[in-house]
């Protein structure tokens, strides 16, 4: 239930706080004494687009807080959207506004985005406004709200679920139909493809990066055996000159002969050792890879690399953007055409599949079905109790419960199972049972709203219910009526 709205520089109103009694309110008032300052504040709790055109002429933002006490109902559902009352079991919307189009929403002092008072809204707060009464004329609607008395939610998200699974499989079956259809042109380049990918031979995944560091080194061959020459002849391999490594092997056996006179010196001449084979170390590393067979031919090995690497760029400007993602590429390819050689067998699986699923989704759209015209014969009897209270006394009243079948009379199944709902009604005698949208005058739509509301609100999410002018439309004793009821 609302307890507290407090408003502040919304239109005319600049602070406005109302504490609600339990029960029923009345707020009345001339045009323009800002009844719509309520209604256009709910709205706002209950994530309407920026009301910055709401925002107090001179002002620069506007707010509005609700204050809500919930239920045991109320409170598993806002646990289950993450957003549980306090201690006391009350929570709080609120909503700024700003002049420049911004604004920004919480939920017990915690900031959310505006679309999730969207969510928690209708838990707490259901309101009928004149635009929204409009839409208890629209057909596409009546199922929900059909559903909303028929306590068929466990039910629909199980039918949800299966429905959605056939869906998959059809879709699965349609594309694997329209590749059936071209197979054998399909099969022609997948196989062409795979061939394309396997005649490179890929290695390793980081084959591409190797080869770019050896043409960048076969490019720089001159230079690399000039330099190369340079470290290692002065390490270790020279036919002319003392190298380091002939030096330090000097050195270390001079110091052998020092032990007696130098303290250390055996200890010194081990280090030189240990010097003298990393120099050599170093020295054969650098020979190697200039002696190596890349470096043997490094023109022709240069074509060859550049060649390979050529292959590589082609492949993966059809197949992928490395070498990692040609072979997953190369993959799906082979499981396409697993796929469409086995084709037919496939597709009777599937088919199959299809067959059981559909049964399944039969089953529960007739659950829910019953449940529907259980609940429809319940409500339709309250709803006629209720218009002939307010002053319809020839009102006839039926929600109709149809199964809707496909031409082959096997049941068309939707979204929400297979039945074509629809609200109808008859307030004069002698006329026939027609759609409520087909039928209706604005005073008839006030009052068929309220009875619609009145009758389902035990299983209504919200605590509160606001209609916004119920009474247009009528007057006198009917609109005493309608605030009695």
């Known amino acids: 239930m609302l307890w507290n709205l407090c408003i502040e520089n919304i239109a005319v109103a600049k602070n406005l706080d109302i504490d609600f009694d339990k029960g029923f309110t009345v707020i009345t008032g001339q045009t323009g004494a800002g009844k719509s300052i309520i209604i256009d504040s709910l709205l706002l709790l209950c994530g309407a687009k920026n009301g910055r055109e709401l925002i107090r002429t001179g002002e620069n933002r506007a707010s509005v807080t609700g204050v809500f006490s919930c239920g045991d109902d109320a409170k598993e559902r806002l646990c289950e959207l993450g957003y549980p009352p306090d201690e006391n079991g009350e929570i709080s919307l609120s909503r700024i506004v700003n002049a420049d189009g911004r604004s920004s929403a919480k939920i017990n002092n915690r900031t959310v985005p505006a679309s999730v008072l969207k969510e928690v809204s209708p838990v707490l707060l259901g309101i009928q406004t004149q635009s929204e009464r409009s839409t208890l004329a629209e057909k596409s609607t009546y199922t929900t709200i059909l559903d909303g008395f028929a306590d068929d939610k466990a039910e629909l998200e199980e039918y949800t679920a299966v429905w959605e699974k056939l869906l998959s499989i059809r879709a699965e079956i349609t594309e694997l139909k329209k590749a ?45 055996s000039k330099y190369a020459a340079v470290v290692t002849k002065a390490l270790a391999f020279s036919e002319k000159g003392a190298t380091a490594a002939y030096l330090l092997e000097r050195a270390g056996s001079a110091l052998e002969q020092l032990s007696e006179a130098v303290e250390g010196a055996d200890e010194m001449a081990q280090k030189i050792a240990n010097y003298r084979y990393e120099i050599i170390d170093i020295a054969e590393r650098v020979k190697d890879a200039v002696d190596g067979d890349d470096m043997a031919n490094p023109a022709e090995k240069l074509t060859q690399v550049e060649s390979r690497l050529s292959l590589i760029e082609r492949l993966e400007k059809k197949y992928g953007a490395n070498i990692h993602e040609i072979k997953e590429k190369r993959a799906e390819i082979a499981a396409k055409i697993k796929t469409l050689e086995e084709g037919d067998e496939k597709l009777e699986e599937l088919e199959d599949d299809e067959r059981k699923t559909r049964d399944e989704a039969v089953s529960l759209a007739e659950k829910i079905s019953r449940k529907r015209i259980d609940a429809a014969k319940t409500v339709s009897e309250e709803i006629v109790s209720y218009l002939r209270f307010l002053d319809m006394p020839k009102v006839r009243f039926r929600i109709s419960v149809t199964p809707v079948r ?38 008839e739509m006030s009052r068929i709203t309220l009875a619609i509301k009145t009758a389902i609100a035990g299983k209504n999410d919200s605590g509160t219910l606001i209609f916004d002018e119920i009474d247009a439309g009528v007057s006198g004793g009917t609109a005493e009526k309608i605030g009695i009821m």
């Open 406 to 443: 496909e031409a082959s009379g096997e049941y068309f199944l939707k979204s929400d199972g297979y039945d074509d709902i629809d609200f109808l009604i008859s307030v004069n005698t002698g006329e026939e049972l027609a759609s409520l949208g087909k039928v209706s005058s604005g005073g």
């Open 180 to 224: 059936i259809s071209e197979r054998e042109m399909m099969l022609d380049i997948l196989k062409y493809q795979k061939k394309e990918i396997d005649s490179a031979r890929l290695s390793a995944d980081d084959e591409e990066e190797k080869l770019l560091r050896l043409r960048t080194k076969l490019k720089s061959s001159e230079k690399v």
